[in-house]
């Protein structure tokens, strides 16, 4: 079992930026496959990015050149930077994991990002 904890949400001007933390509890953090995903209302949750446990970074078309993943595995931690906040950017920001041993995967519970005027 993985528990995810995000922290970083909040309410950010369009241009803006904010910098979403998870930290995720167990061993074999290094290993693991991280990203996250985010859900608007009123639509799916759809996936932002992903770094692998060789720290290769994939992003979505809609957050590529404005949002960074990047993780520190001393800290069991992976973070998302986003610069340059539109107000379709506004949801739900959900950590992930996938475990590399099991496949299993695990969500967080989520941390609210606004972007607005």
């Known amino acids: 079992q993985v528990q995810l904890v995000e922290s970083g949400g909040g309410l950010v001007q369009p241009g803006g930026s904010l910098r979403l933390s998870c930290v995720a509890s167990?061993?074999?953090?290094?290993?693991?496959?991280m990203g996250w995903y985010r859900q608007a209302p009123g639509k799916q949750r759809e996936l932002v990015g992903t770094?692998?446990?060789?720290?290769?970074?994939n992003y979505a078309d809609s957050v590529k050149g404005r949002f960074t993943i990047s993780r520190d595995n001393a800290k069991n931690t992976v973070y998302l930077q986003m610069d340059s906040l539109k107000p379709e950017d506004t949801a739900v920001y959900y950590c992930?994991?996938?475990?590399?041993?099991?496949?299993?995967?695990?969500w967080g519970q989520g941390t609210q990002v606004t972007v607005s005027s």
């Open positions: 770094i692998s446990n060789i720290g290769k970074a």
């Open positions: 167990g061993s074999g953090f290094a290993l693991n496959l």
């Open positions: 992930y994991t996938r475990v590399y041993w099991t496949s299993n995967e695990y």
